[in-house]
């Protein structure tokens, strides 16, 4: 919102000695955040002065184009008080216009200087301006001809073209909705220095009638006051007063007509959007109502819009003519011809029209501020003074009536305990001083005793709970004055099990080569479809965001792969040789439970509301994701390098098991995005009480070519919870014996669909506690084994911590394992 000084100073009797930058930091502490002080004069240097048009001699040139040689009285600030000869391109003007000149040795905005220099046969000393060149607009097509009454010759342009008033830019927050007027402005100005504020809308108003156009609203709820008057008799032709011009310029909004500009203006000055009918256009009672499915309209813009039932709309006999609180209608349009204009000034829902708005992708100055909520007892006023201005500026004249349906909606009192603003903020707040500060905001005060009854005032809807009024409080105040409490900690207990597993788990993958990523948590069909997941995959069934970032990612994600994996192709594609990167973070699985319920936040919830706002919740495991793509190990001077592959991936899960103190199985599984030959299921738990936890292994060929990483590429993915649910809290150390260890090695012939961790558990089991560790060392398979059969060739480390194991020992534990094998498995010893 951008609001002239001199606008604002128009409302507000401020001191003299209040600077535009006391002004605008005083503000900001009332929650108008400062944005940009603008000073047009500030890139114009040298003299800029009015100039009296004497003569004008238009000139043919040889390029077709014709110039104007000007002879222009400028006073005496040329230091001669002689007409000051200037060549000009424009033709806007005439003999006896005044004009702005700026003379040599001015600057204009970008640097432009100013110089007495020869150009079509003349000396040009000067130049005559547009509006462009003076910074204040876009218009080029011809200089600026000022008022008759603007000044004499000579005199300083400055403070006519207004290029001495500051304009202080705020951002308004959505809450503060009053504040995108001068109105609102200008009333927390008058709050800030304790000075004299003037409403605009405080006038005289004609009783409502029968004669005026006649109004009918349907949906009193969305459209609970219209009110309409109409001028007749207006000048098409009548230029906007050159005040005016400059102060919506100022504003930001751009010149059109007079009856535009004159709409647009009452909507920056009171905040109440404005909207104009070619009365001779509208055919009989205007009539508030709802869309019907099917029903179109064109709009100001030219789109015609398909609308929804429940669309606003404003109808005649001839069909619908506007899209409430949004935009108008073509057929109605105000143009060059339009001589009588039907005002419409109209309260709407604030909800009904932010959903309009997005529902057909509209953004206008009037549905920014109807979304946000307008006072509604302005109406009648707004409508008023639009009928004033077009009245003295347009010659038009006020047709009898003045139509007003409808009553503004009353707002409701709010009861807060009068210790509640200093409670709340800290500050010594006696509850005297809070009801003055709220009867300063506005708001109609009853109190009894330590109980106040509040009712807010019209223009402030966001007001509506006691920790609002505290609010409104604290920032009169001054939210400077809330005092710094560092605050007294509880006793320390030190990181939580599940906060000092998870560091476990990250110093683990760290040390491990992975690199930690974060990535957005959101995911929509393309990729689902790119992880190659079917149909009835629960992973498909995710839960949908109510104001997703982005329409391809509509949806909270079931799986952490799909950023992870866009993150290794990302970094793959800019040149890194291999990716080793893991995430953790939750997932989302959509309850059956239905719609969270809503409740207020005067008091908390019972213990049966709360567990119903449990039940709708989503189930929100944490997991744990590791991609391992690309180069695993560097070539070098030592060797080849090796690309990652599934052995790793499985590898790190291993680790992490270890690392945990869980007791992993790995075991052959088939499942999307992984290769189905080469994908892993990772179980916990004995017996009865075991538990897939995730998956690991190599991702399959068409997901890789999918997301743009290299092919056998490998993946992990775990539900963290439920492996931390295993953890031990403290894993104990390893014990060391300084007796030396025996090595069996032992090759086994197994079916190729044995695997290879069956085999190993098999082995371990039948070991005993004598084996220190086992690895699988090679995997063979060709004709020497047969078809369909592999051999596995494991490495056996035995060693006891209190003697030197005998050959018989080893022999025995080692015998003991290849039978423990042969039974579970199958196994043959070679």
């Given at each position: 919102?951008?609001?002239?000084?001199?606008?604002?100073?128009?409302?507000?009797?401020?001191?003299?000695?209040?600077?535009?930058?006391?002004?605008a930091?005083?503000?900001?502490?009332?929650?108008?955040?400062?944005?940009?002080?603008?000073?047009?004069?500030?890139?114009?240097?040298?003299?800029?002065?009015?100039?009296?048009?004497?003569?004008?001699?238009?000139?043919?040139?040889?390029?077709?184009?014709?110039?104007?040689?000007?002879?222009?009285?400028?006073?005496?600030?040329?230091?001669?008080?002689?007409?000051?000869?200037?060549?000009?391109?424009?033709?806007?003007?005439?003999?006896?216009?005044?004009?702005?000149?700026?003379?040599?040795?001015?600057?204009l905005?970008?640097?432009?200087?100013?110089?007495?220099?020869?150009?079509?046969?003349?000396?040009?000393?000067?130049?005559?301006?547009?509006?462009?060149?003076?910074?204040?607009?876009?218009?080029?097509?011809?200089?600026?001809?000022?008022?008759?009454?603007?000044g004499?010759?000579?005199?300083?342009?400055?403070?006519?073209?207004?290029?001495?008033?500051?304009?202080?830019?705020?951002?308004?927050?959505?809450?503060?909705?009053?504040?995108?007027?001068?109105?609102?402005?200008?009333?927390?100005?008058?709050?800030?220095?304790?000075?004299?504020?003037?409403?605009?809308?405080?006038?005289?108003?004609?009783?409502?009638?029968?004669?005026?156009?006649?109004?009918?609203?349907?949906?009193?709820a969305?459209?609970?006051?219209?009110?309409a008057?109409?001028?007749?008799?207006?000048?098409?032709?009548?230029?906007?007063?050159?005040?005016?011009?400059?102060?919506?310029?100022?504003?930001?909004?751009?010149?059109?007509?007079l009856?535009?500009?004159v709409?647009?203006?009452?909507?920056?000055?009171?905040?109440?959007?404005?909207?104009?009918?070619?009365?001779?256009?509208?055919?009989?009672?205007?009539?508030?109502?709802?869309?019907?499915?099917?029903?179109?309209?064109?709009?100001?813009?030219?789109?015609d819009?398909?609308?929804?039932?429940?669309?606003?709309?404003?109808?005649?006999?001839?069909?619908?003519?506007?899209?409430?609180?949004?935009?108008g209608?073509?057929?109605?349009?105000?143009?060059?011809?339009?001589?009588?204009?039907?005002?419409?000034?109209?309260?709407?829902?604030?909800?009904?029209?932010?959903?309009?708005?997005?529902?057909?992708?509209?953004?206008?100055?009037?549905?920014?501020?109807?979304?946000?909520g307008?006072?509604?007892?302005?109406?009648?006023?707004?409508?008023?003074?639009?009928?004033?201005?077009?009245?003295?500026?347009?010659?038009?004249?006020?047709?009898?009536?003045?139509?007003?349906?409808?009553?503004?909606?009353?707002?409701?009192?709010?009861?807060?305990?009068?210790?509640?603003?200093?409670?709340?903020?800290?500050?010594?707040?006696?509850?005297?001083?809070?009801?003055?500060?709220?009867?300063?905001?506005?708001?109609?005060?009853?109190?009894?005793g330590?109980?106040?009854?509040?009712?807010?005032?019209?223009?402030?809807?966001?007001?509506?709970?006691?920790?609002?009024?505290?609010?409104?409080?604290?920032?009169?105040?001054?939210?400077?004055?809330?005092?710094?409490?560092?605050?007294?900690?509880?006793?320390?207990?030190?990181?939580t099990?599940?906060?000092r597993?998870?560091?476990?788990?990250?110093?683990?993958?760290?040390?491990?080569?992975?690199?930690?990523?974060?990535?957005?948590?959101?995911?929509?069909?393309?990729?689902?479809?790119?992880?190659?997941?079917?149909?009835?995959?629960?992973?498909?069934?995710?839960?949908?965001?109510?104001?997703?970032?982005?329409?391809?990612?509509?949806?909270?994600?079931?799986?952490l792969?799909?950023?992870?994996?866009?993150?290794?192709?990302?970094?793959?594609?800019?040149?890194?040789?291999?990716?080793s990167?893991?995430?953790?973070?939750?997932?989302?699985?959509?309850?059956?439970?239905?719609?969270?319920?809503?409740?207020?936040?005067?008091?908390r919830?019972?213990?049966?509301?709360?567990?119903?706002?449990?039940?709708?919740?989503?189930?929100q495991?944490l997991?744990?994701?590791?991609?391992?793509?690309?180069?695993?190990?560097?070539?070098?001077?030592?060797?080849?390098?090796?690309?990652a592959?599934?052995?790793?991936?499985?590898?790190?899960?291993?680790?992490?098991?270890?690392?945990?103190?869980?007791?992993?199985?790995?075991?052959?599984?088939?499942?999307?995005?992984?290769?189905?030959?080469r994908?892993?299921?990772?179980?916990?738990?004995?017996?009865?009480?075991?538990v897939?936890?995730?998956?690991?292994?190599?991702?399959?060929?068409?997901?890789?070519?999918?997301?743009?990483?290299?092919?056998?590429?490998?993946?992990?993915?775990?539900?963290?919870?439920?492996?931390l649910?295993?953890?031990?809290?403290?894993?104990?150390?390893?014990e060391?014996?300084?007796?030396?260890?025996?090595?069996?090695?032992?090759?086994?012939?197994?079916?190729?669909?044995?695997?290879?961790?069956?085999?190993?558990?098999?082995?371990?089991?039948?070991?005993?506690?004598?084996?220190e560790?086992?690895?699988?060392?090679?995997?063979?398979?060709?004709?020497?084994?047969?078809?369909?059969?592999?051999?596995?060739?494991?490495?056996?480390?035995?060693?006891?911590?209190?003697?030197?194991?005998?050959?018989?020992?080893?022999?025995?534990?080692?015998?003991?394992?290849?039978?423990?094998?042969?039974?579970r498995?199958?196994a043959?010893?070679?």
């Amino acid at each position: 919102m951008k609001a002239p000084v001199s606008w604002i100073r128009e409302l507000v009797d401020l001191p003299a000695e209040v600077t535009t930058e006391a002004l605008a930091a005083r503000l900001t502490d009332l929650g108008l955040k400062l944005e940009a002080i603008e000073r047009p004069g500030d890139q114009i240097t040298g003299p800029l002065v009015v100039g009296r048009v004497l003569t004008m001699e238009p000139e043919p040139q040889k390029n077709g184009k014709t110039i104007n040689w000007c002879t222009v009285d400028v006073g005496a600030a040329n230091g001669t008080g002689e007409p000051q000869g200037i060549v000009c391109g424009a033709h806007n003007f005439a003999p006896g216009d005044l004009v702005v000149v700026v003379l040599p040795g001015g600057v204009l905005p970008g640097g432009f200087e100013i110089s007495a220099r020869k150009t079509y046969g003349h000396v040009s000393a000067g130049m005559i301006c547009s509006a462009r060149e003076l910074g204040l607009g876009d218009d080029h097509d011809g200089i600026i001809v000022l008022p008759a009454d603007a000044g004499d010759p000579g005199a300083d342009a400055f403070a006519v073209l207004g290029l001495d008033d500051e304009v202080i830019e705020f951002e308004i927050n959505p809450d503060r909705a009053y504040a995108l007027s001068l109105r609102g402005v200008a009333r927390d100005a008058a709050l800030a220095f304790d000075a004299p504020y003037t409403d605009p809308t405080d006038r005289e108003l004609p009783e409502p009638d029968d004669a005026g156009h006649p109004v009918v609203v349907d949906d009193p709820a969305g459209c609970p006051v219209f009110a309409a008057r109409t001028v007749a008799g207006l000048d098409p032709s009548a230029p906007s007063p050159d005040w005016m011009v400059r102060r919506l310029t100022q504003a930001g909004m751009r010149p059109i007509s007079l009856a535009v500009d004159v709409t647009n203006y009452v909507m920056l000055e009171t905040g109440r959007p404005i909207h104009g009918y070619d009365a001779d256009k509208v055919r009989g009672a205007l009539r508030v109502r709802r869309a019907t499915a099917g029903e179109r309209l064109t709009t100001l813009d030219g789109t015609d819009r398909e609308l929804s039932p429940e669309d606003l709309v404003v109808t005649d006999d001839s069909g619908i003519i506007g899209l409430g609180g949004v935009m108008g209608g073509a057929t109605t349009e105000m143009s060059g011809t339009t001589t009588r204009v039907l005002v419409e000034a109209a309260h709407w829902d604030p909800v009904s029209m932010f959903r309009t708005g997005k529902r057909h992708k509209l953004s206008s100055e009037a549905g920014k501020r109807n979304e946000r909520g307008v006072d509604p007892t302005i109406c009648g006023a707004a409508a008023d003074r639009v009928v004033e201005l077009l009245v003295a500026h347009g010659g038009g004249v006020a047709e009898p009536g003045f139509t007003l349906v409808g009553s503004p909606p009353e707002p409701d009192p709010i009861v807060l305990g009068g210790q509640l603003p200093a409670r709340v903020t800290g500050i010594d707040v006696p509850v005297d001083a809070a009801v003055r500060h709220l009867e300063a905001v506005g708001c109609t005060v009853e109190r009894d005793g330590d109980t106040l009854t509040a009712t807010p005032p019209p223009w402030r809807p966001d007001l509506t709970d006691p920790f609002d009024l505290v609010e409104e409080v604290a920032r009169v105040v001054g939210y400077d004055q809330v005092p710094s409490v560092v605050p007294t900690p509880t006793g320390g207990r030190g990181l939580t099990r599940s906060q000092r597993l998870r560091r476990r788990v990250g110093r683990t993958l760290a040390g491990a080569g992975c690199v930690e990523v974060i990535s957005f948590p959101f995911t929509g069909p393309a990729a689902l479809d790119a992880l190659g997941l079917p149909a009835d995959d629960p992973r498909r069934r995710t839960v949908p965001l109510a104001n997703p970032i982005s329409t391809e990612e509509p949806s909270y994600t079931t799986t952490l792969l799909p950023g992870l994996l866009k993150a290794a192709a990302r970094n793959l594609g800019r040149g890194a040789a291999g990716v080793s990167l893991f995430e953790t973070g939750t997932v989302a699985f959509p309850s059956d439970a239905g719609p969270a319920p809503i409740y207020g936040v005067e008091w908390r919830p019972t213990e049966a509301e709360l567990e119903k706002l449990y039940d709708a919740l989503p189930a929100q495991p944490l997991h744990l994701a590791v991609v391992l793509a690309g180069e695993r190990e560097r070539a070098g001077w030592w060797g080849p390098g090796r690309e990652a592959g599934w052995a790793d991936a499985v590898g790190l899960v291993r680790r992490l098991a270890a690392e945990l103190g869980v007791a992993l199985t790995v075991r052959a599984a088939s499942l999307a995005p992984w290769h189905p030959g080469r994908c892993a299921e990772l179980v916990v738990g004995d017996g009865d009480d075991q538990v897939v936890v995730g998956h690991a292994g190599e991702l399959h060929p068409r997901v890789c070519q999918a997301v743009g990483v290299p092919a056998r590429s490998a993946a992990v993915e775990l539900d963290l919870d439920a492996l931390l649910r295993y953890a031990e809290d403290v894993v104990p150390g390893p014990e060391l014996s300084s007796f030396p260890v025996a090595k069996e090695d032992v090759a086994l012939l197994v079916d190729a669909s044995v695997t290879a961790a069956e085999v190993e558990a098999a082995l371990r089991e039948g070991a005993g506690d004598l084996l220190e560790s086992i690895r699988l060392f090679d995997v063979y398979t060709g004709e020497q084994v047969g078809e369909g059969r592999k051999s596995l060739a494991f490495a056996l480390r035995f060693r006891a911590p209190d003697r030197t194991l005998t050959e018989q020992e080893t022999g025995a534990a080692r015998d003991a394992a290849v039978a423990a094998a042969v039974a579970r498995t199958g196994a043959v010893q070679r």
